[in-house]
C-alpha cells in the first residue's frame, strides 16, 4: 500500500568566490589561490508530502511547511601551483600544484536530511490471499490489524502514514557549520 502522489522536494543552493595570482621570477612560476564556497538547502512548503487523498488512512492529504535543511556549510579552500621552466624555453617544465577540493552540494546526505516527509512512512507490503480468487483486496484497509483477507501489518508498518519509529532526530549542529562539506 501506498501514499498516493508521495513526493520530496529539496533545493540546494551555493555560491562561490575565487581569488588567484601568479608570480613569476626567471624560470620559476608561483601561484596561489583561496576559494570561498557557502553551501545551504531547505524544503520549500507545500511540495513534499501529497495533495492526493488517502481515504485508507483517513487523509485529504499531507503538506508540509518550508523547513530548513544545512543552514550553511561555508569553507575556505587554499590551491597552489609551482611550475619550473627547466632549459628556460618554454617547452619542458616541472609543475605541482595541490589544493583541498570539496564534495559537491547536491540535492542529497546532509542537504536533505531534515525533510519532515523523509520521516513519514508512506509505503507498506501487507499480505492477503485471495480466498475467493476474483483479484479483488476484500478488506478494509484503513484496519491495520488482519481482517477479511487481508493479513495484520507488522513492525514499522504499523505506523503507516505516520512518522516512522525508527528516525533518528537530526542533530541541528550538524547542518551548519565551517568545514563540513
Known sequence: MRIPDWGTADWTWTSSFFV???WTRERLTLQGALRYDRAWSYSPAA????????PQLGLDGIAFPRTPSVDAFNDI????GVAYDVFGTGKTALKFSAGRYLGAATNGGPYTRNNPANRIVNSVTRGWTDSNNNRVVDCDLSILTANGECRALTG????F???SGNITPVNPDTLTGWGRA
Open 20 to 22: 588567484q595570482d601568479t
Open 156 to 159: 514499522n508498518s504499523l505506523n
Open 47 to 54: 511540495l513534499s508530502g501529497t495533495n492526493t487523498a488517502a
Open 161 to 163: 502514514g505516520g512518522l
Open 77 to 80: 579552500t587554499p590551491r597552489f
